[in-house]
């Protein structure tokens, strides 16, 4: 357990502690205010008129995790830092020494457990950037924070949004295992992404859940159950893959 631990530790600060992380945190956050561009624009003022109603919250933050641009960009994001990893150390050979040390199975369950909370953090981090930039606009125009209570209608569709990087981060990272190419960690997941909506919007317009826009509702049954799938299906290709390649 103590071994696991520390390999879990390390693959960690590969997957956290790099730019990419930093660069996918940033660009996630900007690309949520895309959507409340204009709303933005408006708080400032009405902090000042002190209206007895206060902005909702709530809604300005489902609207900006929901917008066009956010979905779309969600699954290349969510898969920027981490998803490449595991393949990267498969074909310069690091994966050899890290395997003689903890073994097939702990050295999978690592590496899954890293790329997929990479994308949950990326998720969960820049929805807290935009709660703490509401807050400060709260701050200057009525001197005191949200109150916890105004951010529970959000919670369903801000889980849904912190699951869906996860799991678009497992994604990015079979696909490369499968293709054997670093560049589709990031790319895999937006083609898939798109073509998914194409599909589902064409074809299959009475199944909702074929469309990955509509998994931003709601932490859905199916969402839920598709990230311990994503998760076993990267464990068995990244042993199959780690066996064939050290």
């Known amino acids: ?139 200057s125009g009525l001197h005191g924070l949200i109150p916890l209570s105004a951010w529970a209608p959000a919670l369903p569709p801000l889980l849904a949004r912190i699951l869906c990087g996860g799991l678009w981060a497992g994604a990015g990272s079979l696909i490369a295992l499968l293709s054997m190419t670093a560049s589709a960690a990031s790319i895999g997941p937006l083609c898939l992404c798109y073509a998914l909506i194409m599909v589902g919007t064409r074809f299959f317009p009475a199944l909702p859940m074929m469309n990955p826009v509509n998994w931003l509702e709601a932490p859905a049954p199916g969402l839920l159950l598709a990230l311990p799938l994503m998760a076993a299906a990267l464990a068995l290709v990244l042993i199959r893959e780690v066996k064939a390649h050290v």
């Open 1 to 139: 357990m103590a071994t696991f631990v520390r390999v879990l530790s390390v693959d960690l600060r590969k997957s956290l502690w790099n730019r990419w992380f930093l660069v996918a945190l940033l660009a996630s956050f900007f690309s949520l205010l895309l959507a409340i561009t204009r709303d933005l624009g408006y708080l400032p003022t009405y902090m000042e008129m002190e209206y007895t109603e206060e902005p909702r919250w709530a809604e300005l933050l489902i609207t900006a995790s929901q917008g066009s641009f956010a979905a779309l960009a969600l699954p290349a994001l969510s898969a920027l830092p981490a998803a490449g990893l595991a393949l990267l150390e498969i074909q310069s050979g690091a994966a050899r020494a890290a395997v003689f040390r903890t073994g097939y199975f702990r050295y999978a369950i690592s590496k899954t457990m890293a790329c997929l909370l990479s994308g949950v953090l990326v998720q969960a981090g820049a929805l807290l950037l935009l709660m703490a930039l509401f807050n400060g606009f709260r701050l």
